[in-house]
């Protein structure tokens, strides 16, 4: 009894392993066959791609990063003194050759007069001596001829005169010519003589009383002001900032294997980070002909580009990227490069409709960038290509 017992025991046991067993390879076998059937569904979500046929633009160029740069102009008094008038404010809008601000001008003022009084007795000074010199010549010119006519008279009666005496008279008379005709030079010389330290003082003081006030040498828009009124300010400091012309431009630094790409006038689209929905068109104005090192060793050249309609919203230094453009088409009916097959020579793109039908469709295809490609015939916006 005991040994059917034992044997019916071990029965069991076999009978409930072969169960696990079982229950373990078909539960592999249904994990096998889940992972088999997402595995296809997956590849079959991901067997092909779909895009709309949109218009655009296709560009081929290159880009560098770079800065927003204001052409700014610094202008500061030619003279020290204190800030009476300031006639801008900074955003003010200023054509060249209005009044920026001026100086208090007592001081210049008192001193360009003076330089004046100096001139001026300079000149009644001249004017005097040269009628003081002129009644010596006058009177040098008397006895000149009162010298000539007595030794004509002694050369007429030789003998009521020692050969000595007519001798010395007439060195007498040689002298006095020689006197005369200095005198005659030295009154030429003070008549053409100018009084250049005495005029030049005025001209300074001239100069000096109109640096009081400050011009703008350039139309555009007031930046900066450094000082207020009643304040004093030195020659050697910038009093205002101002944006010339408005002007804006972006400079960026180009390394010498993409340089040569880059000439005057060549299209540009420039992007800011601090704006990144706006994309602003600009113009190579100057490409530098000295080069800048870095500490990599590599070779730079700085380009600089005229932005055009830049708008309020453009700060000096903003950070931006520079595109510049080799080649451009503009306002062109675009798919994907990879959707396009070539089959016996022929362009062909697989085209689905809203039922999900899809059809091979012949195209004409023009420029492209290596990703997108222009279609020139064969496909409409907003239909469906495949690939």
């Known amino acids: 009894m005991s040994i059917i017992k034992s044997w019916w025991l071990k029965l069991r046991t076999k009978k409930r392993l072969g169960m696990v067993i079982l229950l373990i390879i078909l539960w592999a076998a249904g994990t096998g066959l889940w992972i088999k059937k997402n595995g296809s569904e ?15 633009d296709i560009i081929v160029g290159f880009e560098s990063d770079g800065n927003i740069a204001f052409s700014k102009v610094n202008l500061r008094f030619g003279v020290k003194g204190t800030i009476s008038e300031i006639l801008v404010n900074e955003g003010s809008k200023v054509k060249k050759g209005d009044i920026i601000a001026k100086l208090d001008s007592q001081d210049y003022q008192d001193q360009y007069q003076l330089a004046l009084a100096k001139l001026t007795d300079a000149q009644e000074q001249k004017i005097t001596n040269l009628l003081d010199d002129e009644l010596k010549i006058k009177n ?22 020692s050969p000595n005496e007519l001798k010395m008279k007439k060195m007498e008379l040689e002298n006095k010519e020689i006197e005369y005709k200095n005198m005659l030079r030295k009154f030429e010389l003070q008549q053409n003589k100018e009084l250049n330290q005495e ?18 040498p350039v ?27 408005d002007a804006i431009k972006a400079i960026t630094k180009v390394i010498e294997y993409d340089v040569g790409q880059i000439k005057v006038g060549q299209k540009v689209y420039v992007t800011v980070e601090a704006l990144p929905d706006q994309k602003f068109v600009g113009e190579v104005c100057k490409v530098n002909s000295l080069p800048l090192a870095d500490s990599t060793g590599l070779v730079n050249y700085s380009v600089e580009i005229d932005i055009k309609d830049p708008g309020p919203e453009l700060k000096d230094g903003m950070s931006c990227t520079v595109s510049f453009v080799v080649k451009e088409v503009k306002d062109c009916l675009i798919v994907p490069y990879k959707a396009v097959k070539i089959i016996n020579q022929k362009q062909f793109v697989t085209v689905i409709d809203e039922d999900g039908q899809t059809t091979e469709r012949e195209i004409k295809t023009g420029f492209t960038d290596g990703n997108s490609v222009e279609v020139l015939e064969g496909l409409k916006v907003n239909e469906t290509v495949v690939f």
Request: net charge negative; proline share 1%.
């Open 42 to 56: 997956k590849s079959a979500e991901i067997q092909y791609e779909q895009a709309k046929v949109r218009r655009g």
């Open 140 to 161: 040098a010119e008397i006895e000149l001829q009162k010298l000539k006519d007595t030794y004509r008279e002694m050369e007429a009666l030789p003998d009521a005169y």
């Open 199 to 216: 005029e030049l003082a005025v001209k300074m003081a001239k100069e000096n009383l109109e640096d009081t006030i400050l011009y703008s």
């Open 219 to 245: 139309s555009g828009t007031i930046l900066t002001l450094s000082n207020k009124v009643g304040e004093s300010i030195s020659d050697e400091k910038d009093f205002a900032v101002i944006h010339e012309n």
